[in-house]
C-alpha cells in the first residue's frame, strides 16, 4: 500500500481554474503510473486522467480533454491535475490512485485495477 494524499480542492466559479496535487511518501513512486478518478454525490466513479510511470503517455477521459492536464514530478513524489474551463459538471470528489502500468481497458478505468488511492479531495463548481 502507497500512502497517497490529495490537495488544492475547494470552490470556484465556472470558468476558472484550480490545480490538484497528490503526494505520496513511497521511494518507489516513480514505478507507477498515476490515475486520477472523481465521484459526484449519486454518480458513479469516473475516470479523469492517467500518466505512465515515465510521464510519456497520458491518457483523459472524454469529458476532461482539452481541459485538465496531468502531469508528474518525480522528484517531488507528485501527480498534478491541471483543471481549466472548469464547469458545474466537474464538481466532485477527485481522487488519485496507482497502478503498476498504464491501462486502457474498462478494468482499469472503472478503478478496479488500482492498488492504492487517496482519500480524495473536494472541488465545487458554482455558477
Known amino acids: 500500500q502507497v500512502q497517497l494524499v490529495e490537495s488544492g480542492g475547494g470552490v470556484v466559479q465556472a470558468g476558472g481554474s484550480l490545480r490538484l496535487a497528490c503526494s505520496s511518501s513511497?521511494?518507489?513512486?516513480?514505478?507507477?503510473?498515476m490515475y486520477w478518478f472523481r465521484q459526484a454525490p449519486g454518480k458513479d466513479r469516473e475516470f479523469v486522467a492517467a500518466v505512465d510511470s515515465d510521464g510519456a503517455r497520458r491518457l483523459y477521459g472524454d469529458t476532461v480533454k482539452g481541459r485538465f492536464t496531468i502531469s508528474r514530478v518525480d522528484d517531488k513524489n507528485a501527480v498534478y491535475l491541471q483543471m481549466t474551463n472548469l464547469k458545474p459538471e466537474d464538481t466532485a470528489e477527485y481522487y488519485c490512485?496507482?497502478?503498476?502500468?498504464?491501462?486502457?481497458?474498462?478494468?482499469?478505468?472503472?478503478?478496479?485495477?488500482?492498488?492504492?488511492w487517496g482519500i480524495g479531495t473536494l472541488v465545487t463548481v458554482s455558477t
Open positions: 513511497t521511494q518507489h513512486f516513480n514505478r507507477y503510473a
Open positions: 490512485a496507482t497502478a503498476p502500468k498504464l491501462g486502457e481497458s474498462e478494468w482499469y478505468l472503472r478503478g478496479n485495477a488500482m492498488e492504492s
